[in-house]
Nanobody
Framework: VQLQASGGGLVQPGGSLRLSCAVS????????VGWFRQAPGKEREAVSC????????YYPDLAKGRFTISRDNAKNTVYLQMNSLEPEDTAVYYCNARGVAAGYATTGDYWGQGTQVTVSS
């Protein structure tokens, strides 16, 4: 299983970014996916989650109305559209996939390498 995150960078307060995560290794069963973030000195926290059938989403209060998770099934890519970014959104963002990977019989939890998002003027 591989999760390759990209799209991070430096953005001014109020700006937008779209993160991408290319997911591979789930040939039979589409995984549930999510985005998490971790700021220096803080614990990793969930930003958004998407169910296997793309029909259920979860957003904590910090993301509601500003962030949108989506998935392109044909490209096996998960996106996080982030709008109205604030300095408090500065963190390393990680994509996560949870499911039964090819060659495995049980559910596993997989993480990408993280992409830095910095919100600053």
């Amino acid at each position: 299983v591989q999760l390759q995150a990209s799209g991070g960078g430096l953005v001014q307060p109020g700006g937008s970014l779209r993160l991408s995560c290319a997911v591979s290794g789930f040939t039979l069963n589409r995984p549930a996916v999510g985005w998490f973030r971790q700021a220096p000195g803080k614990e990793r926290e969930a930003v958004s989650c998407l169910s296997t059938n793309n029909d259920i989403t979860y957003y904590p209060d910090l993301a509601k109305g500003r962030f949108t998770i989506s998935r392109d099934n044909a490209k096996n890519t998960v996106y996080l559209q982030m709008n109205s970014l604030e300095p408090e959104d500065t963190a390393v963002y990680y994509c996560n996939a949870r499911g039964v990977a090819a060659g495995y019989a049980t559910t596993g939890d997989y993480w990408g390498q993280g992409t830095q998002v910095t919100v600053s003027s």
